[in-house]
């Protein structure tokens, strides 16, 4: 659904009520944030029976100048839609957007979505409804995304800005010049993860997955690699055998790409790598360590009264119980300083 | 230590939605901790979890007179009084466009495990006696998905802690009685990830698949930097658990360490000064009674009328034995610690070996 090929890109025209400042003329560029799309989906899914499309309104950041919006969520608004006419829950919109922004004060309304990739006159009203004065996003355009959801096709997202176009007076609240714009599925550093757990999922027949434990994960990186490895070994060699065509830009690469490997004296690989197993073997000792003397010290404390028979004997036995948690606390003090020690050498 | 017949769930399926979300708003928040609400529904023992919503964090009016940092007011968000309107109000909307309108739990992030504290007892003890047992609370650690595998766990309090927790008795007595561990504290459920139909036909487009036709070698490196036809696969590899930094996890760990370890020895020295008080307090008593029970016999002597001799209950006042609660729940988090180094040291342990034999072929 990546549709890398650039859109024409005209000269935004002036909003609806252009007698105003309209500063900024310059193209738009959205971006779009995975977990929108994954609700806008999510939506259209839930949609009723009888309505083959389902809107919402979309949030996000924008740039101070205008140019570039950012879609980070979105939320599901109600309207029902016959062949005459389209009603939007006003009410609820607004209410979802208060709740909405309680919850993220940074993000402002920027647009709506709808789940076909139909534009009907319908959409031209509602389009003008998200981009009017007031509840809208004047002076800002509204953002108008489509997200065509018909089962056995390609889902396929687009992203429009409109211009008033106005055959007469009347008719310009429902009829709008949708004009496409360029649009861009990011995802941050933080959301990888999350994405790739989501993208294991996708093979399987009953489309859910584990979530995996790190040794799974640097398993499954450490076999891409190999498989990386064994694709380029296998061009290089076939090129040594003159099966395959050579290219010298593709060598150029690979030999930028091995002369990353770092030049180091065995020794000092020898010495760093000791260095930091020990480290590592040493936190994980002392942890465990740590780990026990609680356990103990837990099991100490509630086994000890299990002796006393009487109120006279549990003032004697809460001494003992009490020396043999000091016993315990300090075993571990000592793992503590230990522990010191080793962090010193670490920063050494 | 789990105890899965007494609970009626017994996994927990989340959405990429609820996934995606999650992430968003902790590591937007990171490191103070975001809180949100969870809502879907049960289905057979596995707790669906459908969708997820933010709870806000600025303007709320501090529920204790005590909490007055921005990290504790998130922290408790989930049980404050606005956050139960608000998450209300959020459920009837949701309701309206068909999501699942069901309270399940909340949500909370955390870094390197830090969560086994008295706030995340306290929300999801708010939550478990509300809702009719079905609630759990999902655990995102921000720090440690960075590095590579996405760390989201789902925990419950256990059965035996809730009555503890209900009675709010955590002395030594109860405990023995009970014989509630700091092991038992939380039950932990299998979680998997689940994607919706039309999300896996989204992921399997992502990927362009490559050009039909024939292609030509690039001419020159900077030609095949810049090739549109370059193959971008956007989701699957990802590399960052096969980072080398070994440092920041083990010294984040070991202060966090020493730091409970400070909280056990604050805790051990509370309960030696109540030991030290009651003994104290005891042998007042005893010398209090055999004082009045000479008196006694020198007055039944005497032929005078005898002295009561529980007196001494009203005279002396023992002092209240404190909480295990805190040493329980240090002693849980201290076990988390351990277990996270334990995993941490399996992974890097391998990868270092790894580079070493690269790096030293010969002397593999």
Redesign the interface.
Known sequence: MADTQSFLHLARPLGPASVGAQPSTAPLSVTIQPQALFSILDHAVRRPQDQDRVIGTLLGTRSEDGTEVEIRNCYAVPHTETTEQVEVDMDYQKSMLALHLRANPREVLVGWYATSGELNTFSALIQNFYGQQGDGTWPHPAVHLTVSTIPGEDIEARTYISAPIGVTAERAADSCLFIPVPYEIKYGEAEKSGLEIIAAAKDKEDRTTNIATDIESIETAIEQVLDMLERVSNYVSNVLDEEAEPSTALGQFLMNALSLAPKVEPADIERDFNNHIQDVLVVSYLANTIRTQIDLSNRLATAALTLGTGDALGGSTGGQEGGQKEGGRQDQRRGGKGRGQNRQQQQE | MADFKESPLKAV?I???V???I??H??QT?PTVAT?SLVGMDVNGTLQI??T???????VPATDGHQDTAANLAAAAPRAKANIV?QN??IR?LR????DANNVGWYTSTSMGNFVNANTIENQFFYQKEMNERTVALVHD?SR?????????AYRLSPSFMISYKENKFT??S??KSGL??QDIFVEL?????????????????P?SPPKEELQ?????A??KQD?NAPRN?????????DLS??PF??K??DL??E??EN??TE?NN??YY??S??RE??KI?AWQSKRKSENVSRAAAKQPLLPEDEWQRLFKLPQEPS?LE??L??RQ??Q??RQ????????????F???SN??PN?G
Request: glycine share 4%.
């Open positions: 399926q959405e990429a939605l996934v995606m979300k992430i968003k902790s590591s990171f949100g459908t969708n919503f933010p709870f806000p964090t600025v303007d608000y109000e959020m909307c309206e466009v068909n999501v921000v998905s960075v590095q590579g595998s996405l760390n989201v766990r030594t007595d405990l023995q561990r700091y299998p979680l998997t990830v689940h994607n919706s139909h039309i999300l896996t036909s989204l992921l399997h487009q992502l362009t070698f690039p001419p020159s490196l030609a095949l549109p956007p989701l699957a590899p990802n590399f960052e658990s096969l070994i440092d083990l010294e760990s070991c360490l020493l409970s370890i056990h020895h051990l309960h030696q030991q030290r009651l003994a005891q042998t005893s295990r040493l329980l240090n002693s201290v076990e610690y351990a180094v334990d995993g941490f040291t399996a992974g890097v342990s391998g990868k270092m790894a580079v070493k790096l030293l002397e």
